[in-house]
C-alpha cells in the first residue's frame, strides 16, 4: 500500500509564502510514479486542481496561482513540492497531494493515490 505524507501547511498572513512536501513511501521501494500534483478544496467548494506536475518535469498550473505558485519533484526521493508565494486569502484551503503510482514492476498500471490534507490559511 502506497502512503503520501504531506507537510508544511499552516497560518500566514497574505503576501506571505509556505512550501508543501509531499512524499510517497510503501513497504519496498516503489517502482515508478508518473505525475504528481497538488489539489485544494475549500470550505463549501469542490475539489480543484492547483499544479501537476510530470515525471520529466513538465507542468501545468491553475490560472488562478500562475506566477505565484511552482511546483517541483525529487524523483530520488519520491517528493513533490509546492512553493507558494504572494498568498491571498482565497489560497485558503485544504491542500492535498495526488500521485499515480505504480507500486512494483509486477502490478502493471498506474493508481491514483491521495493524501491526507494539510491545511493553509490565509489571513488578511
Known amino acids: 500500500q502506497v502512503r503520501l505524507a504531506e507537510s508544511g501547511g499552516g497560518l500566514v498572513q497574505a503576501g506571505g509564502s509556505l512550501r508543501l512536501s509531499c512524499s510517497a513511501s510503501?513497504?519496498?521501494?516503489?517502482?515508478?510514479?508518473?505525475?504528481m500534483g497538488w489539489y485544494r478544496q475549500a470550505p463549501g467548494k469542490q475539489r480543484e486542481l492547483v499544479a501537476t506536475i510530470s515525471f520529466g518535469g513538465s507542468t501545468n498550473y491553475a490560472g488562478a496561482v500562475k506566477g505565484r505558485f511552482t511546483i517541483s519533484r525529487d524523483n530520488v526521493k519520491d517528493t513533490v513540492y509546492l512553493q507558494m508565494n504572494n498568498l491571498e486569502p482565497e489560497d485558503t484551503a485544504v491542500y492535498y497531494c495526488n500521485a499515480a503510482v505504480r507500486e512494483t514492476i509486477v502490478v502493471a498500471t498506474y493508481r491514483d493515490y491521495w493524501g491526507q490534507g494539510t491545511q493553509v490559511t490565509v489571513s488578511s
Open positions: 510503501a513497504s519496498g521501494k516503489i517502482f515508478s510514479i508518473n505525475d
